[in-house]
C-alpha cells in the first residue's frame, strides 16, 4: 500500500502559441514577405516579433492584438 497521492498529469499541447516555434514563424514571415517586395505587410509581423522578445505573450483579445500592432 502506497501512501503516496496519484499525481495530477495533463497532455502537452502541440502548439500553445508559446516558444520557439512562435518566434520563428513570425521572424520567417518577416523575412518572406520583405524579400517579396510586401515591406508593408512584414512590418506587423515584425512588431509581433519585437513584441514577443520582449517578453510579451500572444494576446487573447482584440484590444491587445491592437496594442501588439500599433493600431
Known amino acids: 500500500m502506497s501512501n503516496q497521492r496519484a499525481g495530477k498529469t ?3 499541447s502541440a ?4 516558444g520557439m516555434g512562435t518566434m520563428l514563424f513570425f521572424k520567417n514571415a518577416f523575412q ?10 512584414a512590418f506587423y509581423f515584425e512588431q ?3 513584441h514577443l522578445r520582449s517578453g510579451g505573450s500572444l494576446p487573447q ?5 491592437e496594442k501588439v500592432l500599433g493600431l
Open 10 to 12: 495533463h497532455s502537452a
Open 15 to 18: 502548439n500553445d502559441n508559446t
Open 32 to 41: 518572406s514577405l520583405t524579400e517579396a517586395g510586401y515591406e508593408d505587410e
Open 48 to 50: 509581433v516579433v519585437d
Open 61 to 65: 483579445d482584440k484590444r491587445g492584438v
